[in-house]
């Protein structure tokens, strides 16, 4: 079932969206961990004022700001491609996913496709 809402900028977002910004979140959260960085650590890091901010992506109700994509890698250390990849997998439509990376792309962080 692809049930939809709106999210915070009155854009609809699908149930199968939110999942996949969770995934994301979760990986966030525990590459964050395994660096041994709070979320008031890691907001100071990515110049974030609140750690709420962190917080709320790792929910999956905010996206990682496209132009810091770089930096939350490093700081995450995992490799920025691969973290790009999934931000647009996990932000973007799976059209927009599949055009660029193909249908039978596996995002290289979830192993997912």
């Not at 969770?22 to 961990?33: D, M, V």
């Amino acid at each position: 079932m692809n049930v939809t809402n709106k999210n915070g900028n009155g854009k609809r977002v699908t149930k199968t969206t939110k999942e996949r910004r969770k995934r994301l979140g979760q990986i966030i959260k525990e590459q964050r961990s395994v660096q041994g960085l709070t979320q008031a650590q890691f907001a100071s890091l990515v110049n974030q004022e609140y750690f709420t901010f962190i917080s709320q992506v790792e929910q999956g109700y905010v996206r990682v700001p496209p132009h810091d994509t770089e930096l939350w890698a490093r700081i995450l250390g995992v490799d920025t491609k691969a973290f790009a990849q999934e931000c647009v997998k996990a932000y973007e439509s799976l059209e927009y996913y599949h055009s660029i990376y193909g249908h039978d792309a596996v995002a290289p962080m979830t192993g997912k496709k």
